[in-house]
Nanobody, 127 residues
Framework: QVQLVESGGGLVQAGGSLRLSCTASGRTFSNYYMGWFRQAAGKEREFVAA????????TYADSVKGRFTISRDNAKNTLYLQMNSLKPEDTAIYYCGARRGAMTWDSISYSISYDSWGQGTQVTVSS
């Protein structure tokens, strides 16, 4: 498994922006899929966005499409989630996940598809 550490969460007003980072332990991720999920209090973990490390193909949940952008920095082994136009309903703990090896694109939005998880970072959006 790979070690993942999220950062960048915090308290922001509605309409504001945050950028989350997920730093992975030293290894190359050319054969990895990386995803962001979130879990609000009392709710199940839900898919936010994912990226295929090699090639950079991305996909998003409908609820964040057009507002959030997932990206990665190969040199820094870091995954990002740029979150703009934040809404109170975006309040949750955000987790990054990693999956090594092949995965069908249909499976990328399921948390069970991922092998490793970070500890999460809290994002709170006030109205």
């Amino acid at each position: 498994q790979v070690q993942l550490v999220e950062s960048g969460g915090g308290l922001v007003q509605a309409g504001g922006s945050l950028r989350l980072s997920c730093t992975a332990s030293g290894r190359t991720f050319s054969n990895y899929y990386m995803g962001w999920f979130r879990q609000a209090a009392g709710k199940e973990r839900e898919f936010v966005a994912a990226i295929r490390w090699s090639g950079g193909s991305t996909t998003y949940a409908d609820s964040v499409k057009g507002r959030f952008t997932i990206s990665r920095d190969n040199a820094k082994n870091t995954l990002y989630l740029q979150m703009n136009s934040l809404k109170p309903e975006d309040t949750a703990i955000y987790y990054c996940g990693a999956r090594r090896g092949a995965m069908t694109w249909d499976s990328i939005s399921y948390s069970i598809s991922y092998d490793s998880w970070g500890q999460g970072t809290q994002v709170t959006v006030s109205s």
